[in-house]
């Protein structure tokens, strides 16, 4: 690993270890920010807001009212090498409910036709497989989850889409996430998810975290529909689709 | 509750939202921190009305914000280079910002227009806002922050209530010498990711001119000018983006991402904007040039101490308004009386191409 400090203004700083998305690289950000965080309770680091922890790198943002840039990176150094060594987060498993029918399933055609495979193969494909959450970003509680199987790979839609709707299960590159609420986005959107992924009253606003497992299980449009009412009205605690169930 | 006193949102203008300092520790989970775009003004406005620095505050852009007293009165301040008109029993009359005010019950409030800058903080005594992730800062996306309730996350727009403190008997205060508007260059430091365009590209970056465009808002300023080339990919693994992050999108055209802007990216970063900066940047108006100066990180935190220094000792030069020889109230009642100010009548222009600041396609996105 080559570990690099990246400058990002007067307030934060980047500590890059590698420039892929890698499970190796995420078990050492991982490791380092658990370290970090270590280190804020035992009352370390006075001036640091907060730490961002992505596939590759860690962001510190920090008050330089109250400290600088220098001070912390001297202050961090020696953890520095012990992440590299550190190993996998745990996780907690889900098995999420996905729609990859009609209206939920925009670009189910065309993902399919590009691959040159059946759109069944395409759910077959997307569904088949277990994902990891690398990080959670860009909106709250998007998750960033890899790895698409080789075949499913693909480019970003060339027009992004102004409006992307809530709950869009999407893939692009080698990644597949689900959009917590609507907004822009280039991705490929192959089915969609009725549970809410983040939910500001909640202990635990987001309901995925870095280092969870995600698979994804193909349900009907009504049963879509059925359980899209029952998760507004209160009925379902998304946490069912927890393994284990806890 | 008939009893409690509001301060009613007659009109929005352009843009205006509750913001305050902001929500701190969930980028992680994908939140940004929003809050105001330029915590000085936050901070003078909420000292005018005796609030704690960074207690919730009327955000606004370009003028056109009407609030009128509801229920008793309320004590408000405008900070920010603005032209104030004030309505009390059908008279018009102007009001100089950089002080705070008493609004009877039915007093109205108009923010005809800003000078310098297109951003204005409205402070209001007493307002208390329910706090969500530990802010009470409108982030729309997400229906964060606001008014709460079933207005969580909604832009102010006619017709919302906030809830207030009946106005204490304190006497009004007054900002002797606000702020001067700096017009220098915005300050930058290289990086997070500079060495992904040519030397050239940062070289030019600081020589040339940018204008802002349409696009800015809450979000992001998107800036045009001469394109800067990448030196090798033009995507990157998506990291994390911090306020003030330029990015620079396949086209070359920068992006400065604000307040509410996603907390990852995937484009590259040529440089970021230093904090001290930062306000004044996002409160350039669309069409307005801007110039860039690159200084280290080091650099970029003495400006942030000086800038702090700045801001407290412009906090600590706040006065009461009265009982410096001049009733500056008595003067301002004549003037009232008076009349003089209706010949701008042309009310409340929202700026063209503005309107819907809050709108449309944002700058930045990129998954």
Not at chain 1, 16 to 37: K, M, R, S, Y
Not at chain 1, 60 to 75: K, M, Q, S
Request: hydrophobic share 45%; glycine share 12%; charged share 20%.
């Amino acid at each position: 690993m080559s570990l690099r400090l990246l400058d990002a203004g007067d307030a934060a700083f980047t500590i890059e270890f590698g420039n892929a998305i890698d499970p190796q690289l995420l078990a050492a950000v991982n490791a380092l920010d658990a370290a970090i965080a270590r280190l804020q309770a035992e009352g370390g680091l006075p001036g640091v807001i907060e730490t961002m922890p992505t596939f590759r790198s860690l962001t510190v943002f920090f008050d330089p009212l109250l400290t600088g840039r220098e001070a912390l990176i001297a202050a961090l150094q020696p953890l520095f090498a012990a992440a590299e060594g550190g190993a996998a987060l745990a996780g907690r498993r889900w098995r999420l409910p996905v729609c990859y029918e009609g209206e939920c399933a925009p670009d189910l055609a065309d993902t399919a036709r590009a691959i040159g495979a059946g759109e069944d193969e395409v759910v077959a494909l997307h569904s088949g497989t277990e994902y990891r959450v690398y990080m959670l970003g860009f909106l709250p509680g998007f998750p960033f989850m890899g790895d698409l199987p080789e075949r499913l790979r693909l480019p970003r839609r060339a027009e992004p889409r102004v409006r992307v709707p809530a709950g869009s299960v999407a893939i692009a590159t080698g990644l597949t996430a689900i959009y917590p609420w609507e907004s822009p986005g280039g991705w490929h959107l192959l089915g969609r998810c009725p549970v809410p992924l983040f939910d500001a009253g909640r202990a635990s606003p987001s309901l995925l975290a870095a280092g969870d497992r995600v698979c994804f299980e193909p349900v009907s449009m009504a049963e879509f529909q059925r359980l899209t009412a029952a998760l507004q009205a209160g009925e379902i605690d998304p946490q069912q689709w927890l393994e284990g169930g806890q | 509750m008939s009893d409690t006193v509001q301060l009613e949102v007659l009109a929005a203008g352009a843009y205006a939202s509750v913001q305050d300092g902001g929500r701190r520790g969930y980028r992680r989970i994908g939140v940004p921190w929003a809050g105001v775009l330029d915590s000085r003004l936050m901070r003078i406005a909420n000292s005018l009305v005796g609030n704690v620095d960074a207690a919730p505050v009327i955000e606004c852009f370009d003028g056109g914000l009407q609030l009128a007293a509801r229920g008793g009165a309320v004590r408000v301040a405008v900070a920010g280079d603005a032209t104030l008109e004030i309505e009390r029993g059908g008279e018009r009359g102007p009001l100089p910002a950089w002080r705070s005010v008493t609004l009877a019950d039915g007093d109205v409030l108009r923010l005809r227009k800003l000078g310098a800058g297109r951003i204005a903080m409205v402070a209001v005594e007493g307002l208390t806002l329910p706090a969500v992730l530990g802010s009470a800062a409108t982030y729309a996306r997400a229906g964060l922050g606001g008014l709460g309730g079933s207005l969580s996350g909604r832009a102010l727009a006619g017709g919302m209530r906030l809830p207030a403190a009946a106005a204490s008997a304190s006497p009004e205060r007054v900002l002797p010498v606000p702020p001067a508007a700096d017009a220098g260059p915005i300050r930058i430091v290289p990086g997070p990711q500079a060495d992904h365009f040519t030397e050239a590209a940062l070289a030019l970056f600081v020589a040339a001119e940018y204008r802002v465009t349409a696009e800015a808002d809450r979000m992001g300023v998107r800036l045009e000018g001469p394109p800067l080339e990448h030196a090798g990919a033009r995507e990157i693994v998506s990291d994390a983006t911090v306020q003030g992050a330029i990015q620079v999108p396949g086209n070359g055209q920068p992006i400065v991402l604000l307040a509410d802007a996603q907390t990852a990216g995937g484009y590259p970063k040529v440089a970021t904007v230093i904090s001290a900066d930062l306000g004044r940047l996002a409160a350039c108006r669309p069409g307005q040039a801007v110039r860039f100066a690159v200084v280290g990180a080091a650099e970029g935190e003495r400006l942030a101490r000086a800038a702090e220094a700045e801001t407290r000792a412009l906090q600590a030069s706040v006065r009461p308004l009265l009982g410096e020889g001049v009733d500056l109230a008595a003067l301002y009642a004549c003037n009232l009386v008076s009349g003089v100010v209706h010949a701008l009548s042309a009310e409340y222009r929202p700026l063209p191409g503005v309107e819907d600041a809050s709108g449309g396609p944002s700058p930045g996105i990129s998954s």
